[in-house]
């Protein structure tokens, strides 16, 4: 089967701009590539137009909730691929705390099998580093690596035993796999919601402090230096992660970092107020100041990717109330307009570079075949309307959940599109 993906502008970092440019696909790989004032024969192929819209690698999210197996009233691996599709992915990495947490081989070959019928783009699960994540016993890391699981964490929670973060760095290490953490010392949080920052102080509240997380990120870099693994950093929130972080690249450890698109474009000073719970996540929005930081840290490479961290919640569990409702906040649909509108257009980042953070640094972290728009290259690709304006509208969601703090936020930068292993998966209706 041969696809040809037409008049499309492709980004070319030499020129530093976009290029009109043809593409073919066939057999789920990418065959060609020609100059845009050539006429392709498109005989016997099938055509997508993509006239004046952007071309690119599929966009990779290495941090998802898909909620399946467990809590499929959320989300599952049908409605949760195709909201990353909507949102231009087209591999998307899931994270193990559903229930049961995936922390057996089997769980892991359920994800796998459900993502191959049900599934609509790439789906790489993660499994969990301790039994159920209770921090207390490691799980069998060679048999979960065995049934297809790409890395290790016990992302929702921390794992607050220094020793057992070092034994499964040790064994990861053996087994030539990363360990993936959510860095969050709980004897500091204690049932606080907000970040230490103007909010919290305005409404009386008890904070997160960044220690925090900040503890953890210098913890592990220590433990990553003792033990060799790839150490990669979640959702990095604070100033002071990022200077650890930086500090450990600088001296050769082996870490990695990421970050999600409301920790760039959103401070604690822009929760509205008591109310809505869709501005409660894990980590918490921060202060300004680490806001500048952690751009800062995506700019100079100290943090290597965008992630979503998209972690759907039902509005009846939402409905409690910041105080009550569960942390976290859906990604998919919205992480690139936001990124694109907020950086982009204001020419503060290259197109270029964004796409980078979100197709080949994701690819090159976590040595995946995708994620370059190059020909021999997997066949995954987004296309991506730039230039009509579009209100944010959660009940439009691909998702099963719609608890987003963008509602009615107006956006550039709107997937098409999206094309998975030369199939056409996904398009705006
Ligand atoms: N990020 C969140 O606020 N919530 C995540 C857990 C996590 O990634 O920490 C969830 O599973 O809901
Ligand atoms: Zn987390």
Not at 63 to 71: A, E, K, Q
Not at 104 to 112: M, S
Not at 206 to 216: F, W, Y
């Amino acid at each position: 089967m041969s696809v040809w993906i037409l008049n499309g502008l492709v980004w070319n970092e030499e020129a530093g701009t976009l290029v009109k440019q043809h593409v073919r696909t066939e057999g789920g790989n990418i065959a060609e590539i020609v100059d845009g004032s050539q006429q392709p024969d498109t005989a016997g192929s099938e055509v997508i137009d993509a006239a004046g819209k952007l071309v690119s690698a599929g966009f990779i999210d290495m941090h998802v909730h898909l909620r399946d197996p467990g809590f499929e009233y959320k989300e599952d691996i049908a409605t949760g691929t195709r909201s990353a599709a909507a949102g231009g992915f087209t591999t998307i990495a899931c994270m193990p705390n559903t229930r049961p947490v995936t922390d057996t081989a089997e769980t892991v070959k359920y994800i796998l099998d459900k993502a191959a019928n049900e599934g609509i783009v790439r789906v790489l699960p993660y499994a969990a580093i301790t039994k159920n994540e209770l921090g207390r016993e490691l799980t069998d890391f060679a048999a979960l690596k065995e049934a297809g699981a790409i890395g290790f964490t016990d992302d929702g929670v921390g794992v607050q035993n220094a020793q057992m973060m070092k034994n499964a760095m040790a064994l990861a290490k053996s087994l030539d796999m990363p360990v993936i953490a959510h860095c969050e010392d709980d004897s500091l949080v204690e049932g606080a919601w907000a970040s230490e920052g103007n909010f919290a102080k305005k409404h009386g509240l008890k904070g997160i402090p960044n220690e925090s997380e900040a503890i953890h990120v210098g913890r592990d870099a220590l433990l990553a230096e003792a033990t060799g693994v790839h150490y990669h950093v979640c959702h990095v929130s604070t100033e002071q992660s990022v200077r650890l972080i930086r500090l450990a690249k600088s001296i050769g450890v082996s870490i990695t970092a990421e970050v999600c698109p409301h920790h760039l474009v959103l401070s604690d000073e822009d929760i509205p107020g008591l109310d809505d719970a869709n501005w409660k996540m894990n980590p918490p929005l921060r202060t300004p100041r680490d806001v500048q930081a952690v751009i800062e840290g995506l700019e100079d490479g100290t943090i290597d990717i965008v992630v979503t961290d998209h972690a759907p919640h039902s509005a009846e569990e939402k409905a409690r109330g910041p105080q009550l409702a569960p942390f976290g906040i859906v990604g998919f649909e919205t992480a690139f307009p936001l990124l694109y509108t907020k950086f982009v257009r204001t020419g503060q980042w290259t197109l270029g570079f964004l796409l980078k953070r979100m197709t080949s640094d994701p690819a090159r972290v976590f040595n995946l075949p995708t994620g370059r728009l190059e020909v021999g290259a997997p066949a995954d690709l987004t296309i991506v309307d730039l230039e009509n304006e579009r209100e944010v509208r959660p009940e439009t969601f691909a998702s099963k959940s719609n608890n987003t703090p963008f509602g009615g936020w107006k956006l550039y930068g709107w997937p098409t599109a999206t094309v998975v292993n030369g199939k056409l998966v996904w398009t705006k209706a």
